[in-house]
């Protein structure tokens, strides 16, 4: 049975970092893509970044400020925030998908996880 199981989250002010994780299990990932995801209250899902073998992805928003990276032997992706405004207030969920394609839909991946909740304070 596949699991991902995200953590990491929490309260921080503007201007500054917070480090997401999410831990994969039930089968091998090491060909997946892993991404994650956002929703803020009343708004949809949105893309955030992917990164697979080809390399990784990121939407605009956070260029810049967010960095995405994968610990193979852990089955383990990581989301490191800084430089955090109250505009990325959200769930943040990660989601793997078995193709190798770095995807920003959200309909593309097949698994997710519960979310994990990251609000940052003006």
């Known amino acids: 049975q596949v699991q991902l199981v995200e953590s990491g989250g929490g309260l921080v002010q503007a201007g500054g970092s917070l480090r997401l994780s999410c831990a994969a299990s039930?089968?091998?990932?090491?060909?997946?893509?892993l991404a994650w995801f956002r929703q803020a209250p009343g708004k949809e899902r949105e893309f955030v970044a992917a990164i697979n073998w080809r390399g990784t992805n990121y939407a605009d928003s956070v260029k810049g400020r967010f960095t995405i990276s994968r610990d193979y032997a852990k089955n383990t992706v990581y989301l490191q925030m800084n430089s955090l405004k109250p505009e990325d207030t959200a769930i943040y969920y990660c989601a793997a998908t078995s193709r190798s394609l770095l995807l920003q839909s959200k309909n593309d991946y097949d698994y997710w996880g519960q979310g994990t909740q990251v609000t940052v304070s003006s």
């Open positions: 039930g089968r091998t990932f090491s060909g997946y893509t």
